[in-house]
């Protein structure tokens, strides 16, 4: 199983009116650690889109277990349990400062050929990169 954590710093602007993060900005913080979970490994979500591979979102199953606030230092913790083909699944695990997990979710995502908008297989040089941790 390959993991890698984050950390991201909770903005004024991602916030509601009681200072909790706004349910919604979840999602871009799992987008920030899939592309810097890819990056440890050396391997370039960017250039993938440029070769025309996408990975669009088929699900998101998320679980609130506690605020984050203004200015959180939050830990993200992404696995992939699975060796990926066509589809891939992450798991996230958000934890504040303190340690506390505020936060889990898992979505799967499949790899799509952007001209054609049709199912795609995983990246070659990707698969190779995850290959080891399974």
């Known amino acids: 199983m390959y993991q890698h954590e984050v950390q991201v710093r909770v903005r004024y602007s991602e916030t509601d009116k009681m200072g909790f993060v706004y349910y919604g900005n979840y999602g871009a913080y799992y987008e920030v650690a899939r592309v810097e979970a890819f990056r440890a490994i050396g391997f370039s979500y960017k250039k993938m889109e440029d070769d025309g591979i996408g990975m669009p979102v088929l699900s998101m199953n998320i679980k609130y277990h506690g605020p984050a606030k203004y200015d959180d230092l939050l830990t993200i913790k992404v696995s992939i349990p699975n060796e990926p083909r066509a589809r891939i699944k992450f798991f996230y695990e958000v934890t504040n400062p303190e340690g506390k997990l505020i936060n889990s979710s ?12 049709k199912p795609a297989r995983i990246p070659k040089e990707l698969s190779t990169l995850l290959s080891k941790y399974y």
């Open 106 to 117: 898992e979505t799967e995502l499949a790899f799509m050929n952007m001209k054609t908008g």
